[in-house]
């Protein structure tokens, strides 16, 4: 079956069949604020898979990605992060944009399980980002286009400071998937904004990869 022209609609990633869970920030109708417009809640979209957190120290704020509404996890090492009990993803596409500044932390993740691994900055070289530790989660990542078979991105700053869709694959993921932090460790959080994520239940083909980067790279206005 071909898949969908965006021009004949808006971007949907259920259309290709194998979509597990879908978190839009951009969404407001699915983003529940607390009493200090923190983030507590971000619906799934497709069926039950929320992404919550109920420690209030620990929720993102609102903020922006080229004028749609995201979360924000700021610029100083926190805990900040949102959970979800999903479990047997394969795949995963998020947008996002570092805010840091010039340098990298140690280990700020964009995503990780709740077990091990972690898709975000290693430990120690900075002029490196999604890395991914000992027993990590995925064998490819793909950044705009695209892919190291390494998971080892250089002259990341560039690309990561401006937003960019950012896609791993090759996972065996039995436990929870934590939005916006390295597992359970406090400090570990991620420095910047986070969009929208995307997960499949498989791998997904070439072009189904490249179909989902392109569709949401025209709906966040992401140059190419």
Not at 8 to 31: L, Y
Not at 138 to 149: C, F, K, L, M, Q
Not at 175 to 187: H, K, N
Request: aromatic share 10%.
């Amino acid at each position: 079956m071909p898949l969908p022209r965006f021009a004949d609609s808006t971007f949907d990633p259920r259309k290709i069949g194998n979509c597990q869970a879908w978190w839009d920030f951009s969404d407001t109708t699915r983003v529940t604020l607390d009493g200090s417009s923190l983030i507590t809640t971000v619906s799934d979209k497709i069926g039950s898979n929320n992404i919550t957190q109920t420690t209030a120290s620990n929720r993102p704020a609102v903020g922006t990605i080229n004028g749609l509404a995201c979360g924000d996890w700021g610029t100083s090492s926190s805990s900040k992060s949102l959970l979800s009990t999903l479990t047997g993803y394969s795949e995963i596409a998020v947008v996002c944009a570092y805010d840091y500044g010039s340098t990298f932390l140690d280990f700020n993740a964009i995503f990780s399980n709740n077990a091990s691994g972690v898709m975000g900055f290693p430990s120690g070289t900075k002029t490196t980002w999604l890395k991914l530790t000992d027993g990590g989660l995925a064998s490819d990542i793909s950044v705009n286009g695209g892919a190291s078979t390494d998971a080892t991105r250089l002259a990341a700053l560039p690309t990561i400071q401006s937003p960019c869709v950012v896609q791993s694959w090759g996972f065996s993921a039995s436990s929870a998937l934590r939005i916006g932090m390295d597992r359970t460790y406090a400090g570990r959080a991620w420095l910047g904004r986070i969009g929208e994520v995307v997960v499949f239940s498989s791998t997904l083909t070439a072009a189904q990869r490249d179909w989902v980067r392109q569709g949401l790279r025209r709906k966040w206005r992401i140059a190419a």
